[in-house]
């Protein structure tokens, strides 16, 4: 077996024993040049390419010196006759630069599921640049052509798998690794800026906020002193955000960092969407899942992925819970957020938009004419159609380039950039949007089917439990999947391998305690990220110890804690039951004396007649809190749920219902669990 490594140098290697004694650098050159191209190749051809500025008789004479070296050395596989010279068919060898081409092969679309570790394994066989120092005395122009075009070649297909590699590894939140690659990448390159964007993001992102502005004065030194230049704009303003902390970071490690385990092809296809919204903007992107699926932390990670375009404004806020609708409210949070932002784009605006802008701002009032309470109705079709027209104007406005005030000039006067530049994405993200009015979702049907040349994204997360057919973001979403502009990514619990690897992650366990730590985070989570995060964190704090190596120890004698509960998922199945009517919240609250698992039957005799039951359990299957079990039964969605809602029992009633509540023959009801008041507080993950 040959070996021949070709980056970082020239070796080869037969049967483990290096050949070193070639005859000059020449005879390494046209080793290389053989195995690289892989074809048979006239003498008169190699003369000229290794000796084209001599005679051809010369020429031809140290051809046939070299090619005497290499019969010598490596006659095995090479095929040398009077004519030409290649390489003998079906010869085992293995070289570097084609095992490095083959697996960047798969590579395609940045795309990288499936092949992770085929690319991983390419960048590292390049160990140095193609013909890293090989120096061929006298030149030989037409061979340094043909190496000059595979080195480049080489090097920018290596330097654009680091950077997918890098944006995968951020994407799926392993920051560390991310900045190994951008690392690599910087150390092949180092006066790539967009490379050092994506470290300083990365860095304020896996919370080394002090890193991330190093790296900036890095890159700004190294451009000064190679190409006498200053950082680009786009650089400048990330170094503006990181320095205001505009990243939701979390520092490394921590719960809300992991609960993307388990949702790597959830957040491809997040990816995949914001590539089709690039091709075709007003592109409308909803996650749904029931409470504690990890939505907005899914969405949040996507944020930060496209954060790395520098020409992105994300804006997102939270539709809240209110007991009367009020009109427009994530719509003005949103414009509010980019007035604080750009407040250039208001002043752009005519000052009929602005008038009409200020019903939704009404801090803008100050700077139009006019007063509000002469203007028509805002429940006036025409009114209203001028509303939706501002709100259309005034992201328009938002996506083009910022203007600066002259120093000098007249109040409000403005400048447009001293070069043409090109419209800046938006990208807005619409959280809990079940709770959006219907107001707000007539203006975003406008917004989309009006702003058709802008570009910007909507993305939006719900839970869908409980909503009427006829909801206006279903009618929103139907309407556009039928054209073929939005997408809808439904999450489901995380799997037990997910689970499992989570907590594994915690390093240095040893396999008894890891095994006892994962079924119970596994048992008690059933796969809701929300309470996984929080069990993890409360082991951390309580039951596990870390070691001056940074490992973990369980503490002796640690045995499952079955009545910890989770602060926020009890809120948020408080804030539903006081959603439920009252007979439903009494028959759950008689289920859950029974335990998780239950079955009709077991109820007739405390609920009432029989019609009333089945809209009491059709209420709680909607709002997410119980679910179809086996055998015609039911379950509550978590042990943890159902632990929540029995807490609602006095003790008395608890007894009560338990002792005239019947079990139906060879039925596993569970266990009745006497639970304290205790929860994890701010462990919301």
């Known amino acids: 077996m040959v070996e021949i490594r070709l980056l970082g140098g020239v070796q080869v290697t037969d049967n483990d024993r290096v050949i070193s004694d070639f005859v000059s650098n020449k005879a390494r050159a046209l080793v290389a040049y053989l195995f690289v191209t892989e074809r048979e190749w006239p003498r008169p051809v190699l003369a000229d390419l290794l000796w084209g500025d001599m005679p051809d008789a010369r020429a031809s004479a140290n051809l046939r010196v070299t090619l005497s070296n290499l019969r010598r050395l490596l006659g095995t596989h090479l095929e040398i006759n009077r004519e030409s010279v ?9 070289l570097d630069v084609k095992r490095l081409q083959s697996r960047l092969a798969g590579l395609q679309d940045n795309r990288l599921e499936g092949v992770v570790e085929l690319v991983e394994e390419a960048v590292d066989l390049y160990q140095g640049e193609f013909l890293e ?5 006298g030149g030989a122009p037409a061979f340094e052509e043909w190496a000059l075009l595979q080195r480049e070649n080489l090097h920018q297909l290596v330097l654009g798998a680091l950077y997918r590699l890098s944006t995968y590894h951020a994407a799926s939140g392993n920051y560390q690794r991310a900045i190994e690659f951008t690392s690599h990448l910087l150390a092949l390159q180092p006066w790539q800026e967009r490379a050092h964007r994506q470290m300083m993001l990365l860095q304020a992102l896996a919370g080394n906020r002090t890193a991330a502005l190093a790296q900036y004065e890095t890159c700004r030194r190294i451009l000064a002193k190679e190409l006498n230049a200053k950082p680009l704009p786009e650089t400048n303003a990330l170094l503006a955000r990181i320095r205001d902390d505009a990243y939701d970071m979390q520092p490394a490690g921590s719960p809300s960092g992991a609960v993307l385990f388990g949702r790597e092809q959830e957040q491809a296809w997040l990816q995949d969407e914001w590539a089709l919204a690039r091709k075709k903007p007003g592109r409308l992107t909803l996650v749904e899942g029931q409470m504690g699926m990890g939505k907005t932390a899914l969405v949040g990670q996507l944020l930060r992925f496209v954060a790395t375009s520098s020409d992105v404004t994300i804006l997102r806020t939270r539709c809240l819970d209110f007991r009367e609708s009020v009109p427009y409210q994530p719509i003005a949070d949103l414009l509010r957020q980019a007035h604080e932002k750009r407040p250039d784009t208001i002043r752009r605006l005519d000052q009929v938009w602005r008038m009409e802008l200020s019903w939704l701002l009404p801090e803008l009032a100050e700077s139009v004419s006019g007063s509000p309470a002469v203007w028509p109705a805002r429940d006036s079709e025409t009114a209203r159609q001028r509303l939706y027209e501002s709100v259309a104007r005034f992201l328009t406005e938002l996506s083009n380039p910022p203007t600066k005030t002259v120093a000098g000039r007249g109040q409000g006067e403005t400048k447009p950039p001293s070069k043409p530049q090109q419209p800046s994405w938006l990208v ?6 079940q709770w959006a009015d219907a107001a707000s979702f007539d203006l975003l049907r406008y917004l989309i089917f009006r702003l058709r040349s802008v570009p910007w994204w909507l993305i939006g997360a719900y839970q869908p439990e409980g909503l009427p057919s006829d909801q206006p973001l279903l009618t929103l979403r139907h309407s556009l999947a039928q054209e073929g502009r939005a997408g809808v990514l439904s999450l489901a ?3 037990n391998r997910a689970v499992r690897a989570w907590t594994e992650a915690l390093p240095g ?15 008690q989570s059933q796969g809701n990220p929300l309470i996984a995060a929080a069990l993890i964190a409360e082991l951390q704090s309580t039951a596990l110890r870390q070691r001056p190596d940074g490992t973990w120890q369980l503490e002796p004698g640690w045995v499952p804690q079955l009545n910890m509960i989770p602060f926020a998922l009890r809120e948020l199945v408080l804030l539903k039951m006081g959603r439920l009517s009252e007979p439903t919240r009494r028959v ?3 289920a859950a004396a029974i335990g998780v698992d239950f079955h009709h039957d077991q109820l007739k005799r405390t609920a009432g007649n029989p019609e009333q039951l089945r809209s009491s359990l059709d209420e709680g299957l909607e709002q997410g809190l119980i679910s179809l079990g ?4 039911y379950r509550f969605t978590t042990g943890m749920i159902r632990n929540v809602v029995y807490e609602q029992l006095s003790q008395w009633d608890r007894l009560e219902t338990k002792a005239r509540m019947p079990e139906p023959a060879g039925k596993n009801t569970g266990k009745l669990l006497q639970l304290p008041q205790r929860s994890i507080a701010g462990s919301a993950g």
């Open 588 to 590: 759950l609250c008689q």
């Open 630 to 633: 086996e055998a015609g039964g």
């Open 509 to 523: 366990l040893q396999e008894e305690q890891a095994r006892q730590v994962v079924d119970y985070v596994m048992d």
């Open 86 to 94: 290649g390489i003998k068919k079906h010869c085992a060898f293995q």
């Open 428 to 433: 807005l993200f619409l959280d809990d949007l």
């Open 133 to 137: 120092g090989l120096h061929i005395a």
């Open 493 to 495: 619990p995380l799997s």
